[in-house]
């Protein structure tokens, strides 16, 4: 897996606290959600969102780097496999300007 | 910012389909609370996954990198610094092999 | 629709703090969203729920009331709707028993 | 608990698959935010919800109403006691109008 200076820096915090005990791939997945929900709380009540967007982001970000790594997996790697499958379900001369799920398409 | 293929290859393909105009940091994050909920269904009734959690992690990180993207802000970056916040929450010795939240510790 | 102590209070409550005008469609559906996660955040490490769970599950309920009131729908209604189609999805013969998903039945 | 025919059907529903021995809390806890996100994807592009809001809201009350009844709480009941704790945090005078955070009036 290539070199990821936060990463590396995740996995001697978690290791240093002996916390890797919590972090089962379903904790990890819950807590995917749960931080989603309090950066979505940034944007509650208006479209444009306070100060903690940047903390929240990172909090998601962590525990998505932390579950690649549990399930070894590569998150640049997983994300360009997925493109792939996205670009098939939506052909630029389809989807170009459209927001249209793809089985409507 | 540090390259990322990851990062470029979303760009492309977001410009190629004129998506940007739906891409407001409002709509990403919930596009991302959104996903976190897609990915928690692999382990809805089970704490080992289904085979999609490779493609639904990656769709959180997907939305996670157009959101940082969108607000200038750079991944790695941001969980360093919030790792550094976190680390004053919970230090070492206090919070060692315990999963309480640090106003409980 | 059926009298409802907790919509009732609920309405009042909003309407004495002039919050209606926050209150549209899409931002009750991000608050339950959020709700959700906060929820969640009670299992985050245990299957046991902290103390909060009930709290927690009341503001789930609280905004779930509030969109089916925004969007003039009986919450008893829609639930027993729903259920009439997912009674077809999952036929007692062939569900019995079984978590998993309709389509692999 | 007072009579809803909703839980009554839903009671009826369960034990006839035989899945309550899925429905521990901590999957109750996750379905619902599972299904918040899903309702949440009726207003991912758009403020204006797809027609699915209907059952996607159905589904978030019908996991709300399982997990309360799981842990012998009455939705209506903790809805209105949560409210009280709510009004406390936001009194009229200086709430009204106002969507700020009560750790902010």
Known sequence: ???????DALRQFVLERDWGQFHSPSNLAKSISIEAGELLEC???????TSEVRDELAD???YCYLLADRLELDPEEIVLNKLEK???KYPVE???GKSTKYDNL
């Not at 944007?43 to 969102?49: E, G, L, T």
């Open 94 to 96: 389809k989807a170009r």
């Open 1 to 7: 897996m290539p070199e990821s200076q936060a990463l």
């Open 86 to 88: 996205t670009r098939e």
């Open 43 to 49: 944007f509650q009540w208006s479209d444009s969102p």
């Open 60 to 62: 998601v970000l962590t």
